[in-house]
């Protein structure tokens, strides 16, 4: 399972009020400062993140897809051929071309108009919920984008972005209450943020959160390795026992 808070600051984290996360971190292991790719555009990242390859060489270098400028395999086909089945859940509709047609067993988009009224992150819950009540998945990618309109609207570090961030600890406090015991999660960002704006270089767009819970993970453990975004891919393979494509430039991440 894979959650994923877009614009999600380390330090933002810290300060929201995430029980949940919380949670995550004294039982799982984490680092605050994995690092993402440059430009720290969301598109660009989350291709980084799910075919585990530097912009160069995946070309999506703006929030408007186009083919890979050099084939590579995703996560979502890398599970998908090795007979294990997947589901993403996401309100940015730009994320749709992350994987293949007939790649995923289920794919929900639900629009998110960007404001505080219209809470897509709380709507997408339910429906991920309902769905892994249903539903046995080998694989999940859940997506909460309000933090990211909230840091647009109003500013990284925020109060309404600090409440998108708390809105989002607890989405995902009631789907890892429908998740079987055994599952593995990662909760992770695609960028930060800086004033109202993300795609440079400084530490607050390129750092994010990694968290990792669940069985075999050591409780309460910091990493102390670099995490990059380009590491989850190969990550979350090795967890599903599945050899990472050699075109991966990322490293599963070990732990003792």
Known sequence: MLFLIDSLRPDGLKQADTPHLDRMISEGAHTFSAQTVVPSMTLTCHTSLFFSVEPNVHGVTTNTWQPLNHPVPGLFEVIFE???????????????????????????????????????????????????????????????????????????????????????????GKILKVLPEEVVVILTADHGGKDRSHGADSPEETTIPFIINGPGIPKGYRINRTVRITDIAPTIASFLGIEAPAEWIGKALTLP
């Open 82 to 172: 090795a007979g294990l089945n997947s589901s993403a859940f996401f309100n940015w509709e730009e994320l749709r071309d992350l994987h293949q047609p007939g790649s995923v067993q289920a794919a929900f988009y639900l629009k998110d108009d960007k404001t505080p009224e219209n809470n897509s992150d709380r709507e997408l819950t339910v429906l991920a919920v309902d769905y892994f009540t249903k539903h046995r998945v080998d694989f999940a990618f859940v997506y909460f984008h309000q933090t990211d309109a909230a840091g647009h609207r109003d500013g990284w570090m925020s109060e309404p972005y600090l409440r998108a961030i708390a809105n989002a600890d607890r989405c995902i």
